[in-house]
């Protein structure tokens, strides 16, 4: 069982910054990849953004490529996103998950555990 915390959402005009962060906690498994995803309302969760256990690799969704970085110091450091240049269509609830197979996967069901989400508004 993992517990997983986000952090760092909140209110930012277009064009500016926001960093989230992800704490894990209670993970049995060291090799595992983390995961950023985000849902609008109406729509569907959407990958964001993966890094492997080792912080070594990391995988975007084309929406966020050179604007979004995902990181993280090491394996047992929490996992940041720091999102630069947002746009109004970035207003999301984002969520950090764990995918124990450290698969760097897109699909949302390949991911076993999820934190509650922290909101993101950019505004126009």
């Known amino acids: 069982q993992v517990h997983l915390v986000e952090s760092g959402g909140g209110l930012v005009q277009a064009g500016g910054s926001l960093r989230l962060s992800c704490a894990a906690s209670?993970?049995?498994?060291?090799?595992?990849?983390m995961g950023w995803f985000r849902q609008a309302p109406g729509k569907e969760r959407e990958f964001v953004a993966g890094i492997s256990w080792s912080g070594t690799m990391m995988r975007y969704a084309g929406a966020v490529e050179g604007r979004f970085t995902i990181s993280r110091d090491n394996a047992n450091a929490p996992v940041d996103l720091q999102m630069n240049s947002l746009k109004p269509e970035d207003t999301a609830i984002y969520y950090c998950a764990v995918d124990d197979s450290g698969s760097l996967s897109s699909s949302t069901s390949r991911y076993t555990s999820w934190g509650p989400g922290t909101q993101v508004t950019v505004s126009s």
């Open positions: 209670g993970r049995t498994l060291s090799r595992y990849s």
